[in-house]
């Protein structure tokens, strides 16, 4: 059963045709296309937003792409259990089943691959290893020098298949042998043109991005992908001045979430605060803007005129948006 | 094509000492003084890492060759003209690396040409900077015939390839390294304005 | 219409056999909603619209495409470089050969028809007598690159843009048909740089809201929005690169022919996301008509008068009239007797 929502956004609906337990906390889902028409094709780095309905809940969470650029008839997302998360994790791994049908947008890529350069680096950490498996897909089909760096937590089935995929283009780093990406010499040594990805937990991120740019690597030459899963807090009231109406966000809401719940429609991309398109003028607060977004600049966020309702919250009195 | 006042010209500041594992510098002219200003905010070390092309051209006998040459322990390449320093450029950057931080410093012709072999040696605009030092002068592409006029400093003018008079516009490319040139009387050939010195 | 009749034999230099049927000219895109004109980011979804418009295909095909690719043809045959592609932008070309064959296929199965066998594709387009078979991705099986090779059967100029840096650069393009501006120039430019040469709209900030747009326009919901200029003839190749050439053409403009040889240029641009490269494509499809052909339709004698007249100077040396206004705006005051105009930019009673 398919819940309609105020979401405008073109969506697919699609059948859960495999699921695989890939290691002991992620699984791939296979989704196929309900009414047998070709799917959107994609390229590497695109996710999708997958709309859940968890009770009378409509969690719209994005996973990239796994599956090889160019499919047409299924998409493969890889989903890592969140046991302290919102819930959406848990709600893939625990209640979905093979036969469920679920909407699914369009791709979109935040995160492709810059084809002006003549060598791709890639590091990855852990789950951040997915929007990769596309991307390699795609750069060993157009033969393109590319290596890959992954560190992870231990070894398991998902480090084997990459393995014998990528071979020696695939190093390997595990978390529980004390092995560590060694950064310096990676950045130092590199051919001019190469292009660096990074996609992995906040911290990670953050060393790489930092490492870099202390070795005169340009932003242009690094692209990261950084999904922030919403924050979670306590619940708190919204005026939606445009719509006219009050809206409550729970706890393990986002304001995004709650914003459409009431049947409001509103833009929205990565819905993970890098992209931008949520963006929401404040037009009166009184209390304070938890702002957890990575696209505002800090003077942005200092000024409180405006807001990303994906993953940003609010605490205090009153809250009123131009929406 | 009447329009006047656009804004697409490249943007120029001065050279800032960025951290980096090499540095080109390339300069002509009255260019040496935007290196020998970085000079005074360049952290330690920073000149160990340096290699200077320089091409005196109008600055000839001004002494900078020796002040650059007194700033790293390489030896200062001195060229006699941009053409004769771009493949000495080019091969500095063969063999670079990742890291590299490239500053371009002296007439708008030096900046654009080196600009063009850095861009196709891969490294990107993020890593290169440019000031705008001595001559206004501008190297033009005749949008018609596509020769490019040298040195002009005159508006109009005449297109040293096809003869056409051209409107020198505000429209840079960074890909040709030039600015745009359009036929002035194109309307009512013969009407073209006298030159009138203008980039000087 | 299902025969190959449908389509003209015409010229768009030297002797201007170009004409518009009546069809054609109820259904040309006159681009003014109102009766004056002002830059805007007049963004809308592009969504079939209207049944027989230029508006209800992805990629109107019209009684011109076939003599409008003959002279694309002409154009590349003296100069090559009006279409080009940095070697990044290949797999953009891809895209944009796959996204044109699919929709004109789907939309237009009379004249064109896609047959996929995984990567061997077969490709029909009856009316330029093409049948031809090639692997997708393998550019050694079409006789040009793959952006060359559907450009040379699709009208409208096309811009391929590359995102990234929070900007688009124009690193391809087939441009053939243009509003004065030079590819080869521009090529590899910046959202901003290429459109440095337009006049006011800078400081009325419509590239950063414009470009903020496009940067967020997602696969499978293309825009769209409608630009105009005036053109003396019916010329497709009005480029900088053959100015010399064209320029004079403003001084045969006189109170007696200015119906005949004035033409109002209009270009529907759209813009599409590209899957594999998510570079943005930007067609720019140009549609002329002759000042004499725009007054058989009242609403727009009317309307087009008052918009020239009341033009800012600045705007009308931009949209090519420093010479010819005058002319203009006197031949189509005979058809503005003073009446009200009705909102919206289609023709009335339909």
New interface residues.
């Given amino acids: 059963m398919i819940t309609k929502s105020a979401d405008k956004t073109p969506k697919i609906e699609v059948e859960v045709t495999h699921i695989q337990q890939v290691s002991d906390i992620i699984k791939r889902f296979t989704f196929t296309p309900v009414d047998g028409a070709p799917l959107p094709v994609f390229g590497g780095g695109a996710h999708i937003v997958v709309e859940m309905s968890d009770g009378d809940i409509i969690r719209r969470n994005p996973y990239s792409l796994v599956s090889k650029p160019g499919t047409t008839d299924n998409y493969q997302i890889s989903v890592r259990r969140d046991d302290v998360g919102r819930g959406g994790s848990l709600y893939m791994h625990n209640t979905l089943k093979v036969g469920d049908h679920l909407l699914v947008s369009h791709p979109v890529n935040l995160f492709h691959i810059d084809r002006r350069a003549r060598k791709h680096l890639l590091i990855a950490g852990g789950i951040g290893i997915t929007p990769f498996l596309a991307m390699m897909a795609e750069l060993e089909d157009e033969v393109a020098n590319f290596e890959l760096h992954l560190s992870a937590r231990t070894d398991g089935a998902f480090l084997d298949e990459l393995r014998g995929l990528y071979g020696s283009k695939g190093s390997f780093y595990r978390d529980d042998h004390n092995e560590v990406i060694p950064l310096n010499d990676l950045l130092t040594g590199q051919p001019l043109g190469t292009h660096l990805y990074v996609c992995g937990p906040n911290g990670m991120l953050e060393w790489v991005l930092r490492t870099a740019e202390d070795a005169g690597w340009p932003s242009q030459n690094v692209h990261y992908e950084r999904f922030l899963a919403p924050a979670t807090g306590l619940p708190y009231e919204v005026n939606l001045a445009t719509s006219g109406i009050t809206v409550r966000v729970g706890g393990h809401q986002s304001m995004l979430e709650a914003i459409e719940a009431a049947g409001v429609d509103a833009p929205y991309l990565c819905r993970g605060g890098a992209c931008g398109q949520c963006e929401t003028r404040v037009v009166s607060y009184d209390g304070e803007l938890l702002h957890n977004d990575h696209f505002l600049t800090e003077e942005e966020h200092a000024s409180g005129t405006k807001i990303m309702p994906c993953v940003s919250r609010f605490q205090g009195r009153e809250l009123v948006l131009e929406r | 094509m009447l329009v006047e006042g656009i804004k697409s010209r490249p943007i120029y500041h001065p050279l800032e000492p960025k951290p980096g594992s090499r540095h080109i510098l390339v300069a002509d002219a009255e260019g040496a003084e935007a290196i020998l200003e970085l000079a005074t905010k360049t952290p330690d070390g920073f000149w160990d890492k340096a290699r200077i092309l320089y091409i005196p051209r109008s600055a000839v006998g001004k002494g900078y060759e020796e002040r650059l040459q007194a700033l790293t322990p390489f030896p200062l390449y001195v060229g006699p003209t941009i053409a004769a320093a771009i493949p000495r450029l080019t091969k500095e950057l063969s063999d670079a690396q990742m890291g590299t931080q490239i500053y371009l410093a002296g007439t708008e012709g030096l900046v654009g040409q080196a600009m063009i072999v850095a861009l196709e040696a891969g490294v990107d605009q993020g890593s290169i900077q440019r000031d705008h030092r001595g001559s206004e002068a501008r190297r033009v592409q005749c949008v018609h015939c596509k020769g490019i006029t040298e040195e002009v400093t005159t508006q109009p003018v005449k297109c040293t390839h096809c003869g056409l008079m051209l409107l020198v516009r505000d429209h840079y490319s960074r890909r040709i390294g030039a600015f745009q040139g359009v036929c002035i009387d194109a309307e009512q050939p013969g009407t073209a304005p006298e030159p009138e010195e203008a980039f000087l | 219409m299902t025969t190959l009749d449908f389509f003209h034999d015409e010229t768009f230099r030297d002797d201007f056999t170009y004409w518009n049927s009546p069809e054609a000219i109820r259904r040309f895109p006159f681009p003014f909603n109102e009766d004056k004109y002002m830059y805007s980011v007049n963004l809308e979804p592009h969504v079939a619209f209207k049944p027989g418009s230029v508006f209800e295909k992805s990629f109107d095909v019209d009684e011109h495409y076939v003599s409008e690719m003959r002279d694309r043809a002409l154009v590349l045959q003296e100069d090559p ?1 009006r279409c080009q592609s940095l070697p ?4 953009a070309g891809w895209d944009l050969l ?1 996204l044109i064959m699919t929709k004109k296929a789907a939309e237009y199965p009379q004249w064109f028809e896609l047959h996929q066998d995984g990567d061997r594709w077969r490709w029909v387009n009856r009316p330029l007598d093409i049948d031809h078979t090639f692997t997708f ?1 393998d550019n050694t099986t079409l006789p040009y690159g793959p952006m060359e090779y559907i450009m040379r059967q699709t009208q409208g100029d096309y811009a391929i843009l590359d995102q ?2 929070n900007n688009l650069w124009m690193d391809a393009g087939m441009i053939t048909t243009q509003a ?1 501006w ?1 590819l ?6 910046n959202f ?3 459109h ?2 337009v ?1 006011l709209a ?1 400081e009325m900030g419509i590239f950063d809201r414009a470009l903020k747009f496009l940067l ?1 326009v ?4 293309p825009a769209r929005r409608l630009n105009w200029t005036m053109t003396v003839n019916p010329r497709l190749d009005t480029s ?5 050439k ?3 053409d ?2 045969d403009v006189n109170a007696d022919n200015v119906g005949q040889l004035m033409h109002l240029r209009v270009e529907l641009q759209s813009f599409w996301r590209l ?4 570079a943005l494509v930007f067609p720019i499809r140009c549609y002329l008509i002759s000042l004499q052909d725009l007054a058989t339709i009242p609403k727009w004698g009317r309307r087009f008068h008052r918009v020239i007249r009341d033009l800012p100077d ?1 705007l009308a ?2 949209k090519g009239l ?2 010819t206004r005058p002319y203009v705006i006197e031949y189509m005051s005979q058809f503005d007797d003073g009446a009200p105009t009705s909102p919206g930019i289609f023709a009335d009673d339909e």
Avoid: C, K, V
């Avoid at chain 3, 080869?184 to 430019?189: A, R, S, T, V």
């Avoid at chain 3, 900088?240 to 010399?244: D, N, S, V």
């Avoid at chain 3, 899957?275 to 998510?278: I, T």
């Fill in positions: 470089l990044h932008m290949n797999m796959e991705l990234r840096d004065d030079s080869d120039f521009d090529l590899g430019m901003m740089e290429w440095g040469p006049p800078h967020n997602r696969q499978g919901q900088p690169e053959r100015y010399a064209w320029g004079t403003r001084m899957p594999r490269s998510n600045e040396d931009y420093t010479i």
